[in-house]
């Protein structure tokens, strides 16, 4: 047992901690992934990735009308924010999700979501709302994601 100590430590000894191999424990260690990820989402033929953004000054609202060509909607990014608020008075929301469920957020200052999987539409133009803020001086939402 001495020996096969003794054979690690020089086995390692000169190494970086960078360099040396590591255990991972079971769960740990979660995944992160950049905003336009291309290996994280692949599109397949005939998709039409998009961005929409829009601003304002207590809330902001941006519209993602569904095209005739590509009949899904698909939203991987979500991001809102605000300057200036001092209390929420309405939820900010995305509406016409899959099921027509529409995502709440309350949420004073910036809110980043990225779906994995993207979240379909229900067949309608989906809508984002950012949180109505009491004293905001400037509200912007930002969509992505794509068409199928």
């Known amino acids: 047992m001495r020996l096969i100590d003794a054979a690690k430590r020089s086995q390692n000894r000169g190494r970086s901690c960078a360099d040396r191999p590591r255990r991972r424990r079971p769960g740990a260690g979660a995944e992160l992934v950049a905003i336009g990820d291309t290996d ?54 995305l509406t016409h999700t899959v099921g027509g469920v529409t995502l709440n957020f309350a949420q004073l200052g910036q809110l980043v979501a990225n779906f994995d999987p993207c979240v379909p539409n229900d067949g309608q133009n989906m809508v984002a709302t950012t949180p109505t803020s009491t004293g905001a001086t400037n509200s912007a939402v930002t969509v992505s994601g794509y068409f199928n």
């Open 40 to 93: 994280r989402h692949r599109l397949s033929a005939g998709s039409q990735p998009f961005t929409a953004s829009a601003t304002g000054t207590t809330s902001a609202t941006v519209t993602v009308t569904q095209p005739t060509a590509q009949p899904t909607i698909y939203v991987c990014h979500l991001e809102m924010t605000e300057s200036g608020g001092t209390a929420i008075s309405a939820a900010g929301s």
